[in-house]
């Protein structure tokens, strides 16, 4: 039997989630609908990431690149801006609003300039979706959410949390792949243990009420029959095997892309066992400062994105930064496209919708032009395109995401920014 | 002269079998076991004489009042000692000593000191409060590394309100403060710790972080975050406050809100400036343990605990594997992994167990999981699933083929501390010095906060305080007595008894004769006293009325009470049952009490005579109120009164003694004497407090052992503590669950 060990060794070659437990779908169901929002800090550098064109012919610059086998999967979205004005600096603002599309409140947090602020006043709206999700017995999944992280941090506040519960309700992301696997699998694994150790648990209690009078003896015998009916029971419903994950993976900065990929292959199998919906991937956090050795560059990410624009090395390494986030959606994205949906005949992706998102347009702080790209066929949107608005507020872009589920909610967020409703021609 | 009786019955001397036998056995059956028509079997608590008045005037049924004089004595002293008394029936069935399983509250104890086996041993420091550091810097853990604390301090708890640096040390924009030490749970429940705070601030309690607030954010000024505890235990607190540049001031209070009471500052005598290793409770939601006897009892099984069983085995199993480097000091991919953590699962198991393992079990139950080539921590996640859902876990002393030395260690630990020996105890067991030693070992346990707590938790019961949830009463009469009133009480109530209870004589009859009540600022008021508004706790007797201990304790007054008037049935029953050792049974109707509306001008004592006057309410109330008419002086909230409808109190009134004899008291400080010099009242509280601590039948342990342990009672001058000495020593050298 392949192990998910071995799958995962096989990282870089074409590693198809081992799929556990899977329901099979009736052929009438409704269609599976997916959310996935991955996002990555310090904003992009524009020449080498927006394609000149608009429309369905365009070329993937340096950044995009690795999406080019998904390219008629993919829409990019230029001139959508985040607005939120108020309390933090633009990076608080460009991480806190930028799902929850509301303002933050006033706090002790303070940032490089602006006054300080606290968390975001109203949910994200991944969380919002959930609560949709979740409210309706046909598309409630075990978890509804969950959230991935990649080295986002030991620390709590506006720059490491982008999902929101609610207002001053920051989710945190989970970091470790070890303990994400034990969220998503540790009941098979315990029930595995079980399994295993029940014969024995009869054998002792026999040994047991061998040596006890008659009355006492009755009581050990009424225990073991109870043992009996939780082993039958789970004969009935056995989980399924539990992946393996390469171990050793740990917080350095070294080990980042292993816990990448590790997170992404959780995720698609996560999604496929239909354990949630919805889903967020976020690397490091707001200012992250990644240092990307592995492709060569030794400075800060954080760092290079405040270098001029004149700084040829500087835009090289932050290009080549991006395009390493690029990769992992193009992993992600391929992970979806080579994973069956159960139960049909379609892939993930064609009912996975991923967006990548960032806080900033680019490094100087503007949250003009926030780098949207979208990939895959959740939502409906028409793809294959790159679409060029006119700084258009980002909450018409939440409020679009919305009505791809469906859930025909007419603003979301700061009510100001959604008066102009879903943003048109998407789908 | 020949009655008609023995005329009817024709034969010689009329013996009490014979008449029973003709007269009662058709309708109670040939031993009291009942019949068809008369499914109650007849056993009671009754006096030979109330049962010979009785059986005078009411029996035979179909034929009242032919069975009288000698003859009803005679067959009432047959039936008394045949199988109507509690020791007929101990004599006829014994009781034994039934197998049980870890009762709830054992189990969560169990695993919190099996789980405490692994951590550092808790330091000893006697001072209360907590410790205060301050910082000159946001960021604490940075300055505790370069060891920039500008301030250290003991502090009596956490309220702070400054716009200047609260110490002259801190000079600096952004500052933080951090408190730190332990938090003692007096009872077990869930507790609510309360922040409140105009600066970020986080909590953790027992290593959980509570409260993260560390940014502010909004108008969010007061923090709330529950944890669950168990009782007479301290855990771990650790709180931080940072004050950011651009903020005014900085301002926090901790308080919290224990079971039972309201929102409040810790009281300072919970706190502690040494911080206590963790406790693993464990939260798997048990059912509840029958009660039936009126002490929890682990004698029987059911599916819903067999998966609850599981379900904590596995929670403990994950917090162990959460943990492994701080609780079994070794790595999972360190190269002696495999022999450490079979050498920890091993321990685990002694510990589990109560006793060491045979080299067979040591191979079943750990050595074979850790077998080359096996997954390490899947094994020792085998091994601890297998010992946790273990008979020789779950059950009381079922371990070894003979009773000995490491049993009686158990039975010790369970009946003073309702969880497993300590080293201490499993040591004596194992050098074979333990029953030598018995009576020290037991003092020394009993100086242990968790024996406190397991007698504190017993008074509460037998007081039956432990289920007044709130008590609410007639807001235009008490406008005064709401919640926070009803906390204090519970403290007043908590303070008599630890005084009483663990003063030097310990003695019994205090509780009976105290002619004080612990009073503060907020009860004073209510109560007539003369405190200061803002007075913490003292004894008050003067102005109060005559109080008699536990008896008129405000809160037991308060409780044994409607919400306008007193209940004299309720007062009353509660001393027959818990201080006279009486048996009822229920009413035949579910009666609601007369309406004062509708009785207007008659006392609450005439109303209640009134309506159980007739004779089918007499058996069980010519008991009972007499009894609760000695309370009159004390109304609905447990305040002193002269009068009522504008007549003068009468408390008179009196019991008969299980030998017949008429006690006759004018009040409740009359009635605690009496009590305070009653046998029965002695074998009262001793069996109920027997069967609290062991939760076995008492007789079980010998038919003359209530007698015995009465007599040593007295004998120690009445001491409560002695008693707990004699109850664990006895139970823990009674042979258990065997062939």
Redesign the interface.
């Given at each position: 039997m392949t192990t998910r060990r071995d799958l995962l060794r096989g990282i870089g070659c074409a590693a198809t989630p081992f799929l556990t437990g899977l329901a099979f779908a009736s052929p009438g169901q409704a269609r599976k609908q997916r959310l996935i929002v991955m996002f990555s800090p310090n904003g992009i550098v524009p020449s080498t990431f927006w394609p000149d064109e608009v429309g369905e012919t365009f070329t993937l610059k340096t950044i995009l690149e690795p999406l080019a086998p998904f390219r008629d999967r993919t829409l990019i979205l230029r001139g959508v801006s985040n607005k939120m004005a108020g309390d933090g600096d633009g990076h608080m603002r460009g991480m806190g609003c930028l799902l929850t599309g509301i303002e933050l409140f006033r706090g002790n947090l303070q940032g490089g300039s602006m006054t300080p602020a606290g968390w975001a006043k109203g949910p994200s709206i991944d969380q919002q979706l959930k609560n949709f999700l979740q409210s309706r017995p046909e598309t409630r999944t075990r978890f509804g959410s969950l959230e991935f992280g990649v080295q986002v941090g030991d620390r709590a506040d506006v720059w490491t949390r982008m999902v929101y519960g609610g207002p001053n309700s920051p989710i945190a992301p989970i970091s470790d792949p070890y303990q994400m696997l034990n969220k998503l699998y540790g009941r098979a694994k315990d029930q595995r243990a079980l399994t295993s150790i029940l014969d024995d648990v009869r054998a002792d209690l026999a040994a047991v009420g061998s040596r006890l009078g008659v009355e006492d003896r009755r009581l050990l015998e009424e225990h073991a029959t109870f043992v009996r009916e939780m082993e039958r029971q789970m004969q009935v419903t056995p989980e399924g095997p539990t992946p393996d994950l390469p171990t050793g993976v740990k917080s350095r900065n070294e080990d980042l892309p292993r816990a990448s990929r590790m997170q992404i292959d959780l995720m698609v199998n996560a999604l496929a066992n239909d354990f949630a919906r919805v889903a967020t991937l976020q690397y490091t956090r707001s200012v992250g400062q990644a240092r990307m050795t592995w492709i060569g560059v030794d400075r800060a990410h954080h760092d290079l994105s405040h270098k001029s624009e004149k700084d040829a090395q500087a835009q090289a390494d932050l290009t080549k930064i991006n395009r390493w986030f690029c990769g992992e959606l193009a992993y992600l994205v391929k992970s979806l496209a080579e994973t069956r949906e159960p139960g049909s005949d379609r892939s993930l992706l064609d009912g996975t919708t991923v967006v990548w998102a960032n806080e900033l347009g680019q490094g100087n702080h503007t949250r003009d032009n926030i780098p949207f790209v979208l990939v895959g066929g959740g939502l409906g949107f028409r793809t294959g395109r790159s679409l060029h608005y006119q700084r258009v507020p980002h909450n018409r872009l939440l409020l679009s995401l919305a009505h791809g589920f469906g859930h025909h909610i007419e603003r979301f967020g700061n009510p100001e920014m959604c008066v102009d409703g879903p943003l048109a021609d998407l789908t | 002269m020949l009655s008609p009786l023995l005329i009817a019955l024709a034969v010689g001397p009329a013996d009490g079998a014979r008449i029973y036998e003709k007269l009662c056995a058709s309708c109670h059956g040939t031993a009291g076991q009942g019949s068809k028509t008369h499914d109650e079997p007849l056993v009671g608590d009754w006096s030979i004489d109330k049962l010979a008045r009785y059986i005078e005037k009411n029996m035979p049924e179909d034929a009242p009042g032919t069975c009288g004089g000698a003859e009803a004595r005679r067959v009432a002293r047959y039936i008394h000692e045949a199988f109507y008394s509690p020791q007929a029936q101990a004599r006829n069935r014994p009781p034994?000593l039934?197998?049980a399983?870890l009762t709830v509250g054992q189990y969560r104890n169990a695993i919190a000191d099996l789980m405490a086996t692994f951590m550092p041993p808790p330091e000893v420091d006697r001072r209360q409060g907590l410790r205060g550091e301050y910082f000159n810097e946001k960021e604490i853990r940075a300055a505790l590394a370069e060891g920039s604390r500008v301030r250290e301090r003991l502090e009596a708890g956490v309220a702070l309100t400054s716009e200047t640096p609260p110490v002259p040390e801190v000079t600096a924009d952004n500052y933080a403060i951090r408190w730190s030490g332990s938090l003692f749970a007096p009872e077990t429940g869930p507790y609510e710790l309360v922040v409140e705070s105009d600066?970020?601030t986080r909590l953790w309690i027992n290593g959980e972080r509570l409260i993260?607030a560390?940014?502010?954010?909004?108008?969010?000024r007061v923090h709330r975050g529950t944890v669950m505890l168990l009782a007479g235990r301290s855990y771990p607190l650790r709180l931080e406050v940072?004050k950011?540049?651009?903020?005014p001031s900085v301002a926090i209070a901790l308080r919290w809100k224990a079971p039972h009471h309201v929102e409040e500052a810790i009281p300072v005598r919970h706190l502690s400036p040494v911080r206590s290793p963790e406790v693993m409770i464990v939260q798997t939601a048990f059912p509840a343990d029958d009660r039936s006897m009126g002490f929890e009892r682990g004698?029987?099984?059911?599916?819903a605990?067999?998966?609850a069983t599981?379900a904590a085995a596995?929670e403990v199993?994950?917090y162990v594997l959460a943990q492994i480097p701080k609780l079994a000091g070794v790595t999972l991919?360190a190269p002696d992994a495999r022999q450490t953590l079979s050498q920890f699962g091993l321990r685990v198991a002694e510990r589990a167990f109560r006793r060491p393992l045979t080299p067979a079990q040591q191979e079943?139950f750990v050595a074979r999981h850790f077998a080359d080539g096996n997954d390490v921590e899947?094994a020792l996640?085998?091994s601890l699933?297998?010992v946790l859902?273990?008979?020789?876990f779950l059950?009381r002393e079922?371990g070894a083929?003979e009773s000995d030395a490491y049993d009686v260690a158990s039975r010790l630990s369970f009946t003073v501390w309702d969880s497993v020996p300590d080293q201490e105890l499993l040591d004596s067991a194992a050098t074979g010095r333990l029953l030598e030693e018995i009576a020290p070992q037991i003092d020394r346990m009993l100086a242990d906060p968790r024996a406190h707590a397991k007698v504190r938790q017993f008074f509460h019961r037998w007081l039956a305080v432990d289920h007044l949830e709130d008590l609410p009463k007639d807001r235009a009469l008490f406008p005064h007595f709401d919640e926070a009133v009803v906390s204090d009480l519970r403290t007043s109530l908590d303070l008599f008894l630890d005084e009483v209870i663990w003063s030097e004589a310990s003695d019994f009859r205090q509780l009976l004769l105290a002619d004080f009540v612990y009073l503060n600022g907020r009860l004073s008021g209510l109560y007539a006293a003369n405190l200061a508004a803002d007075a913490s706790f003292q004894r008050v007797s003067s102005g109060i009325g005559g109080r008699a201990g536990i008896l008129t304790h405000p809160l037991l007054m308060a409780g044994f009470a409607y919400d306008a008037t007193t209940s004299p049935i309720h007062r009353g029953l509660f001393v027959a049952r818990s201080l006279l050792g009486r048996r009822f049974r229920p009413p035949p109707d579910a009666v609601a009490p007369l309406s004062p509306a509708l009785h207007p001008r008659m006392t609450t004592r005439e109303r209640v005579a009134l309506q159980t006057r007739p004779e089918i309410c007499q058996g069980c109330h010519a008991t009972i109120n007499p009894l609760g008419f000695a309370f009159e002086h004390f109304d609905a909230v447990g305040r002193f009164r002269r009068a009522e409808e504008g007549k003068p109190i009468d408390a008179s009134g009196w019991y008969a003694t299980r030998a017949g004899q008429r006690v006759r008291f004018n009040g409740p400080r009359e009635l605690g004497r009496s009590l305070a010099r009653s046998e029965e009242t002695q074998a009262a509280f001793i069996e109920q407090l027997f069967h609290f601590m062991v939760k076995q039948p008492i007789l079980a342990h010998g038919v003359d052992h209530p007698e015995t342990l009465r007599r040593e009672f007295v004998q120690d001058g009445y001491s409560v503590r002695k008693l707990l000495v004699q109850i664990a020593a006895t139970a823990a050298s009674t042979k258990g669950?065997?062939?």
């Open positions: - | 034994r039934d197998l399983r600066n970020g993260d560390w940014v502010r954010s909004g108008d969010q940072f950011q540049k651009k903020e004698t029987s099984v059911s599916k605990w067999e998966e599981t596995l199993t994950g991919d079943f899947f996640k085998k699933l297998l859902k273990s008979p020789r059950y079922v083929p669950a065997t062939p």
